[in-house]
C-alpha cells in the first residue's frame, strides 16, 4: 500500500465534490547517455468545486506510474498544500487506474468512476503545455497535409546523408543557393547551407534573394521573422528535448537514421504568434530531394556556379538544378556594401601596395614632383592595380587576395586558390583558406602553411633589420597575420603553451602591437600560472589605461598576494577606469556576443574585458568573489569614476 494512500485515512469526506484528473504523458522528452529518449508522465488533479489544482507530479522514467497519481492526489487532499478533505467521487480516463485507485481508497466512501471528458482536467493540462519551456510542443512530422510514414522514412534518410557530406564545407552561410528546377514550393527557392560556424547544421530558405541579407542585417532575427506574414522554412538538427516528442518517438518506432550524437532532422515553418507548420507531402518530397541533390554535389559543381544533379524521390528520379548567382556574376565592393556587410579593412592595404609600387616606378627630381605624380593618380580614386601592375609572381597572387578581401562567400575560396597557384609564398591566401576551413585541424594546418609562406616570403628581403617595425612595412603584414591566425588556433585548442609562442614572437618584432596581441596573451599567461611573466609583460606596456589591462593588473596582484594593499590599489584604479564592470560579476543574463564597438569606461568596454578576463576568473581560485566584494567595498568607501570624454573605438581585429 502507498504511503500515500495511507495519509489519506481520516480526511473528511465532501460527497458533493468531484474531482477529475490522472496521468498525463508530457509532450517533452528526456534522454541521458545510456537511455533512449522518453516523455516522463505527470499526476495530476482538479476539484470542480474550489476549482483548484493539485501540485503537478512527474515520474522519473518512461513508465507509466499510478503512484505519481496517487502523490498528486494527496497533494490536493491535504490542507498544507489542498482543500483539505476527499471528494465524494473521482473521474478518470483510464480504467487500469480506476481501479488501482479503487483499491487504494476502499473504505473512505470515495467512488471512483471512468469517464469519456474530463473537461476541467483537460482545460489545466492544456494551459501546463502552454508554459512549457519554448512554448508548446512542435507538432509531429505525420501533422503535415499528406505526409505518410514512408516519406519520412525516405525524408530521414536523405538528411542523414547531407549530414554525412557536409556541404557546409564548401558552402558559407552568405552562400545564396537558386534551386532552379524543380519548381520549388512557395518560400523554398531560395536557400542557405548551415554549418559553416559548426553552431546549427542544415538549411534555410528564403522567399527572395534580399531576404538573406535583410536577416543578416536585423538586429533581432525573431522580429524581422514577424514581420513575414507567410514565415520562414527552416531545416535543422535538434536534440530529443528540443525536437517534436511524436517525431522522437516515430523514429524510434521505425528504427529511423539519426544524426552525429542522436540528432533528429526538424524541417518547420517559422511564424511569429502561431504555431510552428510542418511540411505537407508536396513540401517534404521536395526537401528530401533536395538534401539527396546536395550531399551527391561536388566541390568542383559548386566550383562551377550551375550544377544537374540527379536526385530519386518516391521512386522517380528527377534532376535538381542548382546555381550561386555570386559565382556566376561576382559581386562588387559596393554590392556587399549595400547589402549590409562591412568591408573587411586589410582590403584597404591594396591602396598603399598600388601606391608603393607607383612611387618605385618614377624618377622624380624632388618630393614636390612625387607629391604631384601621386595627387594625380590616386587623390579622391579607387586603387587601380593597373595604375603600377605587379612586378613579380607574389606581388600577383597579393593581389588576388586583397580582391578575395573585399568578397564573401565561396568567391573568397576561389580567389585564394587561385592566389596560390600564382605563388605558394603568398601567406594571405593560407590564411583565408585557413578562416573559411570548418574543421579546427585542417585550420590549424593551413595556418602552419601560412607561416611557413609568409617565412619564405620574407626570406629574401631583410628580415632582421626592421625588426621592432615590422608592421610599418606592407610586406610583413600577411606574415603577421598568419602568426596571430596560429595563435588564436592554438589557443582555441586548448593548448596555451604553444599558443604564447608566435604571440611572443609577434610582439618581439613590433612591440608597438598593432594587431592587439597583448590582450590575447595576458589572460593566457595566467591561465596556465604563469603570472610572473604576466606581470613583466604588464609591465612592458605599462602606460595602458583599458578597463582590460587594469583589471588583469589587479588580478595578478590578487594572484601573488591575495587580498593585499598592493592588490587593493590595483583595484582601485581599475574600478575608476571601468567601474560597470563590477556590477556584471554575478548577472546571468549577458550577451552572447560583445559588442563590436566601445567606448572608454562604458558598459559596452566592460562586456567586452568580463569576456576577456573569464579564463583567468576561472582558474583563480576565490577571484570573482574578491572582485565582487572587495569591488563592491571600494566603490561605497570612494573610489572615484571619473567621466571623461572619448571617441567611439573599434574592437581590435586582425
Known sequence: MSIYFESLAGLPLVADDVWEGGLLKMPQCFQTESSEAWAPWLGLWVSRRGRSASPPMMSEGPDKVFSVAVEALAGLAHAEEGVGYLPGRIEVNDSALAEYLQGGLDGLGVEVVVAERLPMFE?????????????????GILSGRGVSQDQVRAFAEAAAAFDAAAPWRYLANEDLLVIESPKAPQGMRYAVVLGEGHQEFGLGFYHAKKDLWEMMLAQDPL???????????????????????????????????????????????????????????????????????????????????????PAEVGGISESYTLSLPDLLKPPGFG??????????????????????????QQEVDSVDELNALLNQQFMGKAADPTQAPPRNALESAQDLCYRAFDTRGRRQIQLAREALSVSPDCADAYVILAERESDPMQAMAL??????????????????????????????????????????????????????????????????????????????LMSFGNDREAAGLLKQYADEESASWTYHRALVAYRLSGDSASARRELIVAIETNPHLIDLLDRDDLPWSPPSAYRPGSPEEALICLGEMESVLQATPGAREWLCRRGAVLRRSGASQPQRKYKQRKRRSR
Not at 339 to 345: F, K, L
Open 447 to 524: 595556418y602552419e602553411q601560412a607561416v611557413a609562406a609568409g617565412r619564405r616570403a620574407l626570406a629574401d628581403g631583410s628580415f632582421e633589420p626592421i625588426e621592432g617595425a615590422f608592421w610599418g612595412r606592407l610586406e610583413t603584414r600577411p606574415f603577421m597575420r598568419a602568426l596571430l591566425g596560429l595563435g588564436d588556433m592554438l589557443s582555441a585548442a586548448g593548448r596555451p603553451e604553444d599558443a604564447v609562442v608566435p604571440y611572443h614572437e609577434l610582439l618581439r618584432i613590433n612591440p608597438n602591437d598593432n594587431q592587439g596581441v597583448r590582450y590575447r596573451l595576458l589572460p593566457l
Open 223 to 309: 522580429t524581422w521573422i514577424e514581420q513575414r506574414k507567410q514565415g520562414v522554412w527552416n531545416l535543422t538538427y535538434a536534440d530529443a528535448d528540443e525536437a517534436s516528442p511524436q517525431d522522437v518517438f516515430l523514429w524510434q518506432a521505425l528504427d529511423l537514421p539519426r544524426v552525429g550524437d542522436g540528432l533528429y532532422p526538424m524541417p518547420v515553418l517559422i511564424q511569429a504568434g502561431a504555431p510552428s507548420g510542418r511540411p505537407s507531402a508536396r513540401r517534404l518530397d521536395f526537401l528530401t530531394g533536395l538534401l539527396r541533390a546536395l550531399a551527391q554535389t561536388t566541390e568542383q559543381q559548386v566550383d562551377s556556379g550551375r550544377w544537374t544533379v
Open 335 to 360: 554590392e556587399w556594401m549595400k547589402r549590409g556587410i562591412e568591408p573587411d579593412r586589410r582590403a584597404t592595404e591594396q591602396s598603399t601596395a598600388v601606391m608603393q609600387r607607383f612611387i618605385d
Open 123 to 139: 482545460q489545466i493540462a492544456d494551459g501546463l503545455l502552454d508554459v512549457l519551456p519554448g512554448g508548446p510542443p512542435l507538432p
